[in-house]
């Protein structure tokens, strides 16, 4: 039985951010991705955006813990240059908040002291807050290029479907789990993970006319984001309109949260472009599965000896999974030392 380093139990963003730290440490690590081809990732799913999160979330983050700040912005530009670097198309539009209040003065100072920050009249005459930092990406196509680029370095992958305690893991001196496909599972609840998943609806809309690229948009309010690229919209969000049933790990269609979601991209679009709704369509729907905490912030878990979970990035996974999969790359490899920031999210 082939043995291997690091066993990572799961392949979207977080699990092959895990491999390309690993190997910048040791580039002769063997290690062995596990997915399940039925669970395929949210990061693989989600709208393309790559994003240091809403101003509303920004917001209440520089009024929790403000340092945070510096690390969403550090993660966006590092995957920015990784997806460059694999030859990925990106649209550096940065990202826009729709924002219905005035603006304080604490938040005015936030703006002071991140230049990237500022009151603008951006695309679509959309009064709101622009980060240009942000950017988009077609996500199936980054995940499979930056895969091929692990491959090339030595990552193996193997399709399987695996739970906690599976004898194959045994294969690794270590175990990564990095997936929200066992979030419900009792066999990691028992070390008190508090992670939930909640399923996130999103769809493909057609409009008459090409808009070109558009930011990244954010309409806080209505916990809608969206985007345009040609004439296309992708739209999603709204998980709070029927929470109980999005509670679930089952990838399918809420007819609800989709309707809603339609008419407030038909209402959006006569609005700002005068299209009338008939000739607005679906092209697809469909759903990802995040895995959410209570204060909507990523954790890493010490499950047992030489086990450990990351995940629960409640909807930053492009925004924070870069940062937090090197520095518990770094903890594993020099003897638990951390860097000032990480135990906020290491849980023993």
């Known amino acids: 039985m082939k043995k291997y380093d690091y066993i990572i139990v799961g392949n979207g963003i977080s699990g092959n951010f895990l491999a390309h730290h690993l190997l910048n440490y040791d580039s002769k690590l063997k290690i062995l991705i596990i997915f399940d081809d039925q669970l395929i990732p949210a990061s693989e799913l989600n709208a393309g955006f790559f994003t240091m999160g809403s101003f509303s979330f920004l917001e209440k983050i520089y009024n929790e813990k403000p340092w945070l700040i510096s690390i969403l912005q550090e993660n966006v530009l590092a995957v920015k240059k990784l997806a460059k670097s694999l030859s990925c198309t990106i649209i550096e539009k940065g990202s ?12 005015n100072e936030f703006f002071d002291s991140f230049e990237y920050l500022k009151e603008k009249d951006s695309w679509g005459k959309i009064n709101g807050v622009y980060n240009s930092i942000d950017f988009s990406a077609n996500p199936k196509v980054f995940l499979n290029s930056f895969r091929k680029f692990n491959q090339q370095r030595g990552v193996e992958y193997l399709s399987k479907s695996i739970l906690p305690g599976d004898s194959s893991l045994s294969q690794g001196k270590r175990v990564l789990f990095a997936t929200n496909g066992f979030t419900q599972n009792t066999s990691l609840n028992k070390f008190g993970l508090a992670v939930q998943p909640q399923r996130a609806q999103i769809q493909e809309i057609s409009v008459p006319t090409r808009l070109g690229a558009s930011p990244n948009i954010y309409h806080p309010e209505h916990r809608i984001y969206f985007r345009f690229i040609e004439n296309k919209m992708l739209i999603g969000g709204l998980r709070t309109l029927d929470s109980k049933n999005e509670n679930t790990t089952e990838m399918e269609v809420n007819e609800k949260i989709q309707t809603a979601l339609f008419d407030y991209a038909t209402k959006f679009l006569d609005e700002k ?16 599965i995040m895995g959410f905490t209570s204060d909507e912030l990523p954790v890493v878990k010490s499950l047992e000896k030489n086990a450990y979970y990351i995940g629960g990035f409640s909807g930053h996974g492009n925004g924070f999974s870069y940062w937090l999969t090197r520095e518990l790359i770094y903890f594993l490899n020099n003897s638990n030392k951390s860097s000032q920031y990480f135990k906020h999210f290491y849980l023993k």
């Open 96 to 107: 826009l908040t729709i924002v219905d209040y005035p603006l304080t003065s604490k938040v």
């Open 273 to 288: 472009f005068s299209f009338p709704s008939e000739q607005i369509k679906i092209n697809n729907q469909w759903s990802g």
